[in-house]
Nanobody
Framework: QGQLIESGGGSVQAGGSLRLSCAASGRIYSSSVMAWFRQPPGKAREFVALTRWHSSSTLYADSVKGRFTISRDNAKNTVYLQMNSLKAEDTAVYYC???????????????WGKGTQVTVAS
C-alpha cells in the first residue's frame, strides 16, 4: 500500500508563502491522482487541488485558484503544494491523498497522509 508523508507546514504571516511536500512510497500507477485537502479548525475537510501522476492536468478549488500551485516530481515520488499570498482563512491541517479517479470528492481517495498544520496569522 505504501505511505504518504506530508511536510513543510508551519506558521506564516498573511501574504506569505509556504511549500508543502508529500512523499509517496509504494507503487504509484500512471493513472493515479494525487490531491491536497485541508481541514480548517472546527470545519469539515475540503478539497484544495489535484493532479494526475503522469499528466499536466490539474484542478483547484475556487478559494485557492491563482494563489496555490500543485506540482509533482515523478523521479522523487513527491507532490508539492506551493501556497502564495496566504490568508488567515487558509489556516488548516493539510492532507495529501492518493486515488484513481479525477475527482474533488474525498470519498474517491483511498490513501491518506497524517496531515501537516498550516497556520496563517493575520
Amino acid at each position: 500500500q505504501g505511505q504518504l508523508i506530508e511536510s513543510g507546514g508551519g506558521s506564516v504571516q498573511a501574504g506569505g508563502s509556504l511549500r508543502l511536500s508529500c512523499a509517496a512510497s509504494g507503487r504509484i500507477y500512471s493513472s493515479s491522482v494525487m490531491a491536497w485537502f485541508r481541514q480548517p479548525p472546527g470545519k469539515a475537510r475540503e478539497f484544495v487541488a489535484l493532479t494526475r501522476w503522469h499528466s499536466s492536468s490539474t484542478l483547484y478549488a475556487d478559494s485557492v485558484k491563482g494563489r496555490f500551485t500543485i506540482s509533482r516530481d515523478n523521479a522523487k515520488n513527491t507532490v508539492y503544494l506551493q501556497m502564495n499570498s496566504l490568508k488567515a482563512e487558509d489556516t488548516a491541517v493539510y492532507y495529501c491523498a492518493k486515488g484513481s479517479n479525477y475527482s474533488s470528492n474525498q470519498a474517491e481517495y483511498t490513501q491518506w497522509g497524517k496531515g501537516t498544520q498550516v497556520t496563517v496569522a493575520s
